[in-house]
Every structure is written in structure tokens, then in C-alpha cells.
């Protein structure tokens, strides 16, 4: 098992989220915020969840509170925007600190030093592509969409390589 697989997380209800059951399942991870001018995002992640789910992929949610305070809410408030405002399904975790001395080793080892694509996140909604062996394959910037050609491409390689 991979160290990305091995990570146990908490879910924005307070359970045990861990990353062992996305193995051999392809993930994006993106740190979100509700109070961000790219929120509207989430619409589009909840698109390409719903889109690509039943061929191994999940989107994973992971908010952060370290860019401008734009995730100033609780757990209960964070999940309650969500589900109201853009009807999400995919799985959310507890807010993550992705950068600096305490950031979460989930962050460290998507782009800390030895990562693939190594380097501080710079804004909320960057994007992560790992694969189902805990493989970083891809970092899209925070202003990337969710239906960007580029981004659509990569998952659709990555879930044509796993059946393959």
C-alpha cells in the first residue's frame, strides 16, 4: 500500500475518512473554500464526480482556511454550503492546513520535497490527480476548471490506463 493510501483523514462529520478506500480508484484532490471568487468551481467538481464515478474516479474535497480566511466556517456550516449550494456528494475532509510548518503530511506528500510536483499550493481550488497506486500524476492550477480540455484529458488517460 502506498504512504497516500496509508493516511486516515476526518470527514467534515467527524468520521474516519481513510484513503485506503480510494486505492485503485483515480482522485483529485482539491483544496476548496466557500468564500473564494472560484467557489463556483465546485459545480464542476461535482460534474466530473458524477460524470466519471462509475468508471473509478471520486473527487475529494479538502477545505483550507489559509488563503484570505475564505473558510472561516464550522464543519456543520462548510457541509450545509455545500450540499445547499452545489448539491455535493463527493467526499470532504476536515479543514487541512496545506501549507507551511504544519501543514498536513496528506500535503506533504502531494507536494512537499520529493513530490512529483513539488511546491506550495497557491490559491485555493489547485488540483491534484493521484492514481489508484497513491501516484501524484498531475497538478492543474487554481484557476484551471473543472471542465478545462487539459484536465478532462488527464483523467480520461488515467481511467483508460487503469482498465488497461
Known amino acids: 500500500m502506498s504512504a497516500f493510501h496509508e493516511l486516515t483523514l476526518a470527514a467534515l462529520d467527524g468520521a474516519e475518512l481513510a484513503l485506503t478506500q480510494f486505492a485503485d480508484r483515480l482522485l483529485l484532490v482539491v483544496n476548496v473554500a466557500s468564500e473564494c471568487g472560484l467557489t463556483q468551481q465546485y459545480a464542476g467538481l461535482q460534474a466530473l464526480h458524477e460524470q466519471y464515478q462509475t468508471q473509478g474516479f471520486s473527487v475529494l474535497g479538502v477545505p483550507c482556511n489559509q488563503f ?3 473558510e472561516p466556517g464550522t464543519a456543520a456550516q462548510i457541509q450545509n454550503f455545500c450540499v445547499e449550494r452545489f448539491s455535493v456528494t463527493f467526499p470532504l475532509t476536515e ?3 496545506v501549507n ?3 501543514n498536513h503530511p496528506l500535503y506533504r506528500l502531494l507536494a512537499g520535497e520529493g513530490a512529483e510536483f513539488p511546491g ?3 490559491w485555493n481550488f489547485e488540483k491534484f490527480l493521484v492514481d489508484g497506486e497513491g501516484r501524484v500524476l498531475a497538478r492543474f492550477s487554481p484557476r ?3 471542465n ?3 484536465l478532462l484529458k488527464a483523467i480520461e488517460d ?3 490506463a487503469q482498465v488497461g
Open 68 to 70: 484570505g480566511k475564505q
Open 100 to 102: 507551511g510548518t504544519g
Open 144 to 146: 484551471t476548471e473543472p
Open 120 to 122: 506550495e499550493v497557491t
Open 148 to 150: 478545462d480540455p487539459l
Open 158 to 160: 488515467a481511467l483508460a
Open 95 to 97: 479543514k487541512l492546513q
